[in-house]
């Protein structure tokens, strides 16, 4: 062959190549609950590699903190028999899901990308429906963390706390000199946040378990539990009048900015820090909270694929999932996010001390038996037990309610869930 069929050949195939790739090509609507800038800054990064491989992202945000109303959008569209690419979704409801038979298989996926090496068996568990892929995992968040100003505690000469009496005696300290001690956000899912990083800590593995997952009637009106919320009451009056409605990243914001002296959240708060370019161990400390530095409260973000007719959308799901699990991502985007890699055997090297703590304490968790999955988080209970619980909490919480009524409320609330 001489050289000019050699290169029409070749051109030929270069054409050929790229009209396969095209027609594989497709697009991704991706409904998510990831607004704020450390978050947008994360699934940027999806989108990045997507639109690399000739797929289209269709950005399908909804604004809410813990997804809830990213759900009720989800629920009509698939409803209306209209469902998106890609949805993000977590724990039982998963299941749930599965349930309705609307959800496309990922097995080849795993099967390719050795899935069930790669991923701990209590992620990879809850990424299954009768025993197939249906989701993908992105990440794991610790719940049990509270963020620190140092610079507002040395003004106020207090020491971050590792117990609730320690805490007391900052937290006063902090009041006293002036400044807001506990930056907190008026929602109902943020205050079940702090509300079970108390219980696990106060209360040890087995008895969150008893009662943030099994939901046990007897034990959500123990002694133990009257105790808990005692300590969640207490909280209250650290906290500022604005507090009602306040966004998540917005009380971060208060802790970043030295107007507040701590924040109980899970660690998608320290995507915010880097956001605001502040150092850690500097500018900011990461501690578990008080009494809990044993425990792992994990949520586990994750996204499911609909069944779509589409065979482009269809070649689009299939690269989304792999891309998601492949190293590259897993780092690039738990950097920014603040969580850690769901897949094991990642390295180590482009991730903080605090990153590293939570690896650590992972893997340490799942040994002891104090790796538990987050009520708040939607990774425990199903929906209508954790909508149960929090409307008790939240009561308690804005109300004048006593905490001996409030566990006993909270029994009866789960009784009538069940």
Do not use: C
């Given at each position: 062959?001489?050289?000019?069929r050699l290169g029409l050949a070749v051109m030929v195939g270069l054409l050929v190549g790229?009209?396969?790739v095209s027609a594989l090509a497709g697009e991704v609507e991706v409904l998510h609950w990831w607004t704020s800038g450390g978050e947008a800054r994360s699934v940027a990064v999806l989108k990045k590699l997507l639109e690399q491989e000739g797929h289209t992202w269709k950005d399908f945000a909804v604004a809410g903190g813990a997804g809830d109303n990213a759900m009720t959008v989800l629920r009509s569209r698939v409803v209306s028999g209209n469902p998106p690419t890609a949805a993000q979704v977590k724990g039982p409801q998963i299941q749930q899901w599965g349930?309705?038979?609307?959800?496309?298989?990922?097995?080849?996926?795993?099967?390719?990308?050795?899935?069930?090496?790669?991923?701990?068996?209590?992620?990879?568990?809850?990424?299954?429906?009768?025993?197939h892929y249906v989701a993908v995992p992105v990440n794991v968040h610790r719940i049990n963390w509270m963020w620190c100003n140092p610079e507002v505690f040395r003004k106020a000469g207090a020491k971050i706390p590792t117990t609730w009496k320690a805490f007391d005696e900052a937290a006063a300290k902090i009041q006293k000199a002036g400044m807001i001690p506990v930056a907190m956000g008026g929602q109902n899912w943020q205050e079940a946040t702090l509300?079970?990083?108390?219980?696990?800590?106060?209360?040890?593995?087995?008895?969150?378990?008893?009662?943030?997952?099994?939901?046990?009637?007897?034990a959500l009106q123990s002694p133990k539990m009257v105790e808990c919320l005692k300590i969640l009451k207490n909280i209250k009056q650290y906290t500022d009048r604005d507090a009602p409605g306040r966004d998540w990243n917005l009380a971060t914001a208060m802790v970043?900015?030295?107007?507040?002296?701590?924040?109980?959240?899970?660690?998608?708060?320290?995507?915010?820090?880097i956001a605001a370019g502040k150092s850690n161990g500097v500018?900011?400390?990461?501690?578990?909270?008080?009494?809990?530095?044993?425990?792992?409260?994990?949520?586990?973000?994750?996204?499911?694929?609909?069944?779509?007719?589409?065979?482009?959308?269809?070649?689009?799901?299939?690269?989304?999932?792999?891309?998601?699990?492949?190293?590259?991502?897993?780092?690039?985007?738990?950097?920014?996010k603040g969580s850690i890699p769901c897949r094991l055997g990642m390295s180590r090297a482009a991730f903080d001390d605090v990153a590293l703590r939570s690896m650590d304490e992972f893997a340490s968790a799942a040994a002891s038996g104090a790796l538990l999955p987050s009520m708040a988080h939607e990774m425990a209970v199903v929906p209508a037990i954790r909508g149960a619980m929090f409307d008790v909490i939240t009561n308690y919480y804005n109300s004048d309610m006593k905490a001996e009524q409030a566990a006993k409320s909270l029994a009866s609330a789960v009784k009538a869930a069940i």
């Open positions: 062959m001489n050289r000019k790229l009209v396969a349930d309705e038979g609307v959800l496309t298989n990922l097995d080849a996926v795993a099967q390719a990308g050795n899935w069930d090496n790669l991923l701990p068996k209590v992620v990879a568990d809850v990424m299954k429906y009768q025993d509300f079970e990083s108390i219980v696990v800590g106060v209360g040890g593995p087995e008895f969150y378990h008893k009662t943030m997952v099994a939901a046990d009637p007897a970043i900015n030295g107007k507040a002296a701590m924040q109980f959240m899970g660690d998608w708060a320290k995507g915010e820090f500018d900011y400390v990461a501690v578990p909270v008080p009494q809990s530095s044993g425990e792992f409260l994990f949520n586990v973000d994750s996204f499911i694929m609909f069944q779509v007719a589409d065979k482009g959308a269809q070649e689009a799901q299939q690269a989304m999932a792999r891309l998601i699990m492949e190293p590259r991502f897993q780092e690039v985007f738990n950097v920014n």
